[in-house]
């Protein structure tokens, strides 16, 4: 690559780093990248750390040693997602949003990509601390959001069937009972889908009682995996217990009245402590 400008060298850096998160890039990279002495790169990475962190886009994490170099950690702070949820819970809130039996239409706010970017941000941020090999989720509605969530952390997606398909090969099926209607229904995951042991973040789009989730939970005993997170977009309150005990919700569904066509949304326990500071002030 031809010697850039510092202020050409800064806009490429960030990007080059901003659409590799989680992936640890030496030093020895960005100086051959850009004909540069590794006390000049040092200098541009110390420049985006500033910024990455004042903005709260994120960390660069700098790893020193031979084998070093410079790790960006995505991140939005809990007081813009806060905002950008509280917002959101206006458009959950809207009556022609309720369906026959209870149900709220959110397919036209889970086809935005701007929300499901958003969205996939704080489960990364939520979960960036994890070890974690992978995300999964049920098909289909979580599907975007748990890819919106990899790309952030930098891995791959695996997808648990209702059915088994032939292209998936031999796979793993299980029984379990929705929680909302207490029918028997089935899962099942390619067994070359992952990896046994393997460190698992579950995603969902919404939990009434979390029985598919449990439901997931179960499969991945079969995989000798183990579930390092589980995050829910929406939560029903309405339910006295839940079968998922250790969760994140974004946001909750406080009541449903298909008569009165009154939904009642608030930000989810992701929040909680955010909350409570504000209602104290």
């Known amino acids: 690559m031809k010697k850039l400008k510092r202020s050409a060298r800064l806009v490429e850096m960030t990007q080059y780093l901003l659409i590799r998160p989680h992936t640890l890039i030496p030093l020895t990279t960005f100086a051959d990248r850009y004909n540069s002495a590794k006390s000049s790169i040092s200098e541009d990475l110390a420049i985006i750390k500033e910024v990455f962190e004042e903005e709260g886009l994120g960390e660069l994490q700098t790893l020193a040693g031979a084998a070093g170099g410079v790790k960006f950690i995505p991140k939005v702070s809990k007081s813009h997602s806060l905002q950008f949820i509280t917002q959101l819970c206006r458009q959950l809130e809207q009556p022609e949003r309720i369906l026959p039996g209870g149900y709220l239409y959110m397919s036209d706010i889970m086809g935005q990509p701007m929300i499901l970017n958003e969205v996939g941000k704080m489960f990364a941020s939520a979960f960036s601390?994890?070890?974690?090999?992978?995300?999964?989720?049920?098909?289909?509605?979580?599907?975007?959001?748990?890819?919106?969530?990899?790309?952030?952390?930098?891995?791959?997606?695996?997808?648990?069937?209702?059915?088994?398909?032939?292209?998936?090969?031999?796979?793993?099926?299980?029984?379990?009972?929705?929680?909302?209607?207490?029918?028997?229904?089935?899962?099942?995951?390619?067994?070359?889908?992952?990896?046994?042991?393997?460190?698992?973040?579950?995603?969902?789009?919404?939990?009434?009682?979390?029985?598919?989730?449990?439901?997931?939970?179960?499969?991945?005993?079969?995989?000798?995996?183990?579930?390092?997170?589980?995050?829910?977009?929406?939560?029903?309150?309405?339910?006295?217990?839940?079968?998922?005990?250790?969760?994140?919700?974004?946001?909750?569904?406080?009541?449903?009245?298909?008569?009165?066509?009154?939904?009642?949304?608030?930000?989810?326990?992701y929040f909680q402590e955010e909350v409570s500071n504000l209602i104290e002030e």
């Open 129 to 269: 601390g994890n070890d974690i090999d992978v995300v999964m989720t049920v098909e289909t509605k979580g599907i975007p959001l748990a890819y919106a969530t990899a790309t952030y952390l930098n891995l791959p997606v695996v997808i648990v069937r209702r059915d088994n398909k032939v292209t998936e090969g031999s796979a793993v099926s299980i029984n379990y009972v929705s929680g909302s209607n207490k029918r028997i229904q089935t899962m099942s995951l390619s067994r070359r889908a992952l990896k046994e042991e393997a460190k698992v973040l579950i995603i969902d789009d919404f939990m009434r009682v979390g029985g598919t989730i449990h439901g997931m939970m179960d499969l991945l005993q079969e995989f000798k995996a183990t579930v390092k997170g589980v995050g829910v977009f929406v939560e029903s309150g309405e339910v006295e217990e839940h079968l998922v005990e250790d969760y994140v919700s974004l946001a909750k569904l406080s009541a449903v009245d298909p008569k009165t066509r009154q939904i009642t949304a608030e930000p989810g326990n």
